[in-house]
């Protein structure tokens, strides 16, 4: 009888454990190579309605087909605005680093959010970015900081004023660095994505230089 009693007492644990088990990777979205990876855009609030028209065809989708390109993966963006905190969040200091680490911590926020409210399962490949209509200080034209990510990371800062930032970002948390950037000549110079800011005259070029493409390459295969 005792011995009866507690294989009962063992499948019941077992099948418990499958039970919880199952219902924790119902809650998770399952990280598929086959699957898009997710970059959730967030406007800020000071970013105006004629800028937000613009922003998919003219910063993300340059990000989005290079991504493509270089990965074979796909890209899913979902954008998102009018929902504090995360959209009147305090980006402008002068202590830059310090202020990123809080956003790195609202962005966690954010997702957890999405996912609790069943908008979206959570993936461990996701990006939060936040698009902002100003530096984080400075100006375009005096020198300043237009945006910041982790390297590689989920979180990212990127001002609507610089052309490339949003993809120079969007680089930095699939492990494109600045080291590796280039300056192209077609008639005309211009800069790679991951090439920083620099006030020259030249233009943007929109595309990776090889070496960031083999970085990239490298560290998405590597998340599966």
Known sequence: MH??????LTLV???SIHICAHAANENTLKDDPFNPIRIFVI??????ESKRNLTYVDRIRPF???FKRITGRDISVVFDRNRPPYTNFNYKSDTPHKMFEEWKKLSWEYKKERHKNNEFLSSRN???LLITNDYINGSPLMGGIGGL?????HSAIASFEQGQAIGHELGHTFNARHDDSEIIYNGWWCETFMFPESFVLRSNCYVFSQANE???KAYVDSLY
């Open 214 to 216: 083999k970085r990239i």
């Open 3 to 8: 011995t009866l009693l507690k294989a009962l």
């Open 64 to 66: 989005v087909i290079e």
């Open 126 to 128: 996701d990006r939060i």
């Open 13 to 15: 644990t077992t099948l």
């Open 43 to 48: 406007f800020h609030d000071d970013v105006p």
């Open 149 to 153: 990510a982790t390297l590689p990371g």
